[in-house]
Protein backbone atom coordinates (compact mmCIF):
# COMPACT_ATOMS: atom_id res chain seq x y z
CA UNK A 1 0.00 0.00 0.00
CA UNK A 2 1.35 3.15 -1.17
CA UNK A 3 0.86 6.71 0.64
CA UNK A 4 -0.94 8.87 -1.46
CA UNK A 5 1.72 11.95 -2.12
CA UNK A 6 -1.59 14.56 -2.63
CA UNK A 7 -3.33 14.34 0.53
CA UNK A 8 -2.21 16.59 2.72
CA UNK A 9 0.81 16.42 5.63
CA UNK A 10 -0.80 17.96 8.86
CA UNK A 11 1.27 20.01 10.96
CA UNK A 12 1.29 18.41 14.68
CA UNK A 13 -1.48 21.03 15.90
CA UNK A 14 -3.75 19.80 13.61
CA UNK A 15 -3.70 16.05 14.77
CA UNK A 16 -6.19 16.78 17.40
CA UNK A 17 -8.61 17.83 15.27
CA UNK A 18 -9.70 14.58 14.26
CA UNK A 19 -9.19 14.70 10.69
CA UNK A 20 -7.00 11.29 9.20
CA UNK A 21 -7.24 10.95 5.51
CA UNK A 22 -6.81 7.62 3.95
CA UNK A 23 -3.86 7.79 1.83
CA UNK A 24 -3.65 3.46 0.60
CA UNK A 25 -4.56 3.51 -3.25
CA UNK A 26 -4.97 -0.36 -2.73
CA UNK A 27 -7.10 0.13 -0.07
CA UNK A 28 -9.43 2.98 -2.00
CA UNK A 29 -9.30 0.40 -4.63
CA UNK A 30 -10.68 -2.07 -2.95
CA UNK A 31 -13.15 -0.42 -1.05
CA UNK A 32 -14.57 0.99 -5.09
CA UNK A 33 -14.41 -2.54 -6.25
CA UNK A 34 -16.36 -4.16 -3.17
CA UNK A 35 -18.96 -1.55 -3.61
CA UNK A 36 -19.81 -2.73 -7.23
CA UNK A 37 -20.65 1.05 -8.09
CA UNK A 38 -20.71 1.79 -11.50
CA UNK A 39 -22.04 3.99 -14.61
CA UNK A 40 -25.25 6.02 -13.53
CA UNK A 41 -25.14 4.65 -9.77
CA UNK A 42 -26.05 7.78 -7.06
CA UNK A 43 -23.03 7.73 -4.45
CA UNK A 44 -21.87 9.59 -1.88
CA UNK A 45 -18.62 10.51 -0.53
CA UNK A 46 -19.29 11.84 2.96
CA UNK A 47 -16.05 13.39 4.55
CA UNK A 48 -14.68 13.94 0.76
CA UNK A 49 -11.48 15.92 1.70
CA UNK A 50 -9.32 16.73 -0.79
CA UNK A 51 -11.05 13.86 -2.72
CA UNK A 52 -8.60 10.90 -2.41
CA UNK A 53 -11.93 8.59 -2.99
CA UNK A 54 -13.96 11.32 -4.58
CA UNK A 55 -11.93 10.93 -7.69
CA UNK A 56 -11.36 7.31 -8.39
CA UNK A 57 -15.30 6.89 -7.47
CA UNK A 58 -15.55 9.59 -10.61
CA UNK A 59 -13.82 7.33 -12.65
CA UNK A 60 -16.40 4.43 -12.52
CA UNK A 61 -19.13 6.49 -14.40
CA UNK A 62 -21.16 6.57 -11.29
CA UNK A 63 -22.90 10.31 -10.03
CA UNK A 64 -20.90 11.37 -6.66
CA UNK A 65 -22.03 13.52 -4.29
CA UNK A 66 -18.83 14.57 -2.41
CA UNK A 67 -20.06 15.56 1.23
CA UNK A 68 -17.95 18.12 2.90
CA UNK A 69 -17.79 20.32 5.41
CA UNK A 70 -14.52 22.19 5.23
CA UNK A 71 -14.98 25.21 3.24
CA UNK A 72 -11.04 25.25 2.27
CA UNK A 73 -11.72 21.48 0.61
CA UNK A 74 -14.87 22.53 -0.71
CA UNK A 75 -12.87 25.02 -2.79
CA UNK A 76 -10.20 22.64 -3.77
CA UNK A 77 -12.90 19.88 -4.79
CA UNK A 78 -14.80 22.09 -7.05
CA UNK A 79 -11.61 23.43 -8.73
CA UNK A 80 -10.42 19.56 -8.95
CA UNK A 81 -13.74 18.89 -10.49
CA UNK A 82 -14.74 21.95 -12.49
CA UNK A 83 -14.84 19.86 -15.60
CA UNK A 84 -16.46 16.73 -14.18
CA UNK A 85 -20.29 17.09 -14.49
CA UNK A 86 -20.77 13.22 -12.43
CA UNK A 87 -19.36 15.39 -9.77
CA UNK A 88 -21.25 17.38 -7.40
CA UNK A 89 -19.67 19.16 -4.69
CA UNK A 90 -21.41 19.91 -1.42
CA UNK A 91 -20.57 21.84 1.03
CA UNK A 92 -22.76 20.26 4.39
CA UNK A 93 -22.15 18.61 7.69
CA UNK A 94 -22.81 14.80 6.65
CA UNK A 95 -24.84 14.76 10.14
CA UNK A 96 -27.09 17.47 8.38
CA UNK A 97 -27.42 17.29 4.91
CA UNK A 98 -30.48 15.82 3.24
CA UNK A 99 -30.31 11.97 1.81
CA UNK A 100 -31.13 11.05 -1.27
CA UNK A 101 -34.92 9.39 -1.71
CA UNK A 102 -33.50 7.41 -4.79
CA UNK A 103 -31.55 4.02 -4.56
CA UNK A 104 -27.73 5.43 -3.48
CA UNK A 105 -24.62 3.87 -2.35
CA UNK A 106 -21.89 5.13 -0.07
CA UNK A 107 -18.13 4.91 -0.40
CA UNK A 108 -16.75 7.04 1.75
CA UNK A 109 -13.78 7.47 4.85
CA UNK A 110 -15.97 9.02 7.17
CA UNK A 111 -14.80 10.73 10.37
CA UNK A 112 -14.90 8.44 13.29
CA UNK A 113 -16.34 10.92 15.72
CA UNK A 114 -19.58 11.01 13.71
CA UNK A 115 -19.67 7.23 12.95
CA UNK A 116 -22.42 6.11 14.83
CA UNK A 117 -24.41 9.43 13.86
CA UNK A 118 -24.03 8.60 10.75
CA UNK A 119 -24.75 5.13 10.38
CA UNK A 120 -28.04 5.77 12.37
CA UNK A 121 -28.77 8.22 9.49
CA UNK A 122 -27.98 5.17 6.77
CA UNK A 123 -29.61 2.44 8.19
CA UNK A 124 -32.84 4.18 8.58
CA UNK A 125 -33.20 5.03 4.77
CA UNK A 126 -34.97 2.38 2.61
CA UNK A 127 -33.03 4.44 -0.21
CA UNK A 128 -29.66 2.63 0.85
CA UNK A 129 -28.42 0.06 -1.03
CA UNK A 130 -24.80 -0.28 0.11
CA UNK A 131 -22.40 1.21 2.06
CA UNK A 132 -18.58 0.39 2.01
CA UNK A 133 -17.23 2.40 4.92
CA UNK A 134 -14.06 3.05 6.49
CA UNK A 135 -14.64 3.47 10.52
CA UNK A 136 -12.86 2.83 13.28
CA UNK A 137 -11.96 -0.80 14.55
CA UNK A 138 -13.66 -1.61 17.53
CA UNK A 139 -16.78 0.79 16.41
CA UNK A 140 -17.12 -1.60 13.24
CA UNK A 141 -16.64 -4.96 15.48
CA UNK A 142 -18.93 -3.02 18.19
CA UNK A 143 -21.76 -2.74 14.89
CA UNK A 144 -21.67 -6.19 13.57
CA UNK A 145 -21.34 -8.36 16.81
CA UNK A 146 -23.63 -6.22 19.28
CA UNK A 147 -27.64 -7.50 20.20
CA UNK A 148 -29.25 -4.00 21.00
CA UNK A 149 -32.39 -3.64 19.92
CA UNK A 150 -31.14 -0.93 17.24
CA UNK A 151 -28.29 -3.39 15.74
CA UNK A 152 -31.00 -6.01 15.40
CA UNK A 153 -33.55 -3.92 13.54
CA UNK A 154 -30.38 -2.92 11.27
CA UNK A 155 -29.70 -6.49 10.72
CA UNK A 156 -32.87 -6.72 9.48
CA UNK A 157 -33.27 -4.59 6.45
CA UNK A 158 -29.08 -4.89 6.27
CA UNK A 159 -26.50 -7.64 6.50
CA UNK A 160 -23.23 -5.76 8.01
CA UNK A 161 -20.02 -7.34 8.14
CA UNK A 162 -16.47 -6.14 8.47
CA UNK A 163 -14.92 -7.05 5.40
CA UNK A 164 -10.90 -6.19 6.72
CA UNK A 165 -8.88 -3.95 9.57
CA UNK A 166 -6.93 -1.17 7.86
CA UNK A 167 -4.18 -0.18 9.87
CA UNK A 168 -3.27 3.39 10.73
CA UNK A 169 -0.37 3.58 8.97
CA UNK A 170 -2.72 3.99 5.90
CA UNK A 171 -3.89 7.20 6.82
CA UNK A 172 -1.91 10.82 6.85
CA UNK A 173 -1.86 11.45 10.02
CA UNK A 174 -2.06 8.16 11.29
CA UNK A 175 -4.68 7.93 13.65
CA UNK A 176 -3.94 6.31 16.99
CA UNK A 177 -5.98 3.39 16.71
CA UNK A 178 -6.69 1.05 13.06
CA UNK A 179 -9.87 1.21 11.00
CA UNK A 180 -12.37 -1.10 8.87
CA UNK A 181 -13.95 -1.70 5.93
CA UNK A 182 -17.50 -1.93 7.27
CA UNK A 183 -19.64 -3.16 4.55
CA UNK A 184 -23.27 -2.73 4.29
CA UNK A 185 -25.73 -4.53 1.81
CA UNK A 186 -29.24 -4.38 1.82
CA UNK A 187 -31.17 -7.53 2.43
CA UNK A 188 -33.38 -8.42 -0.79
Not at 10 to 29: C, K, N, Q, T, Y
Not at 143 to 152: K, L
Amino acid sequence: MHANPSVPMLDPASRSSGVHFLSAHAVIRQLIRSSGVGPGDLVIDFGAGPGTITAPLAATGSRILAIERDAAFVRKLNRRFADRPLVKVVHADLRTVPLPSKDFFVVASIPFAVSTVLLRRLLSRRSLVGADLVVEWGFARRVVAARTAETAKWARKYELRVARRIPASCFRPAPRVDAAHLVIRKRR
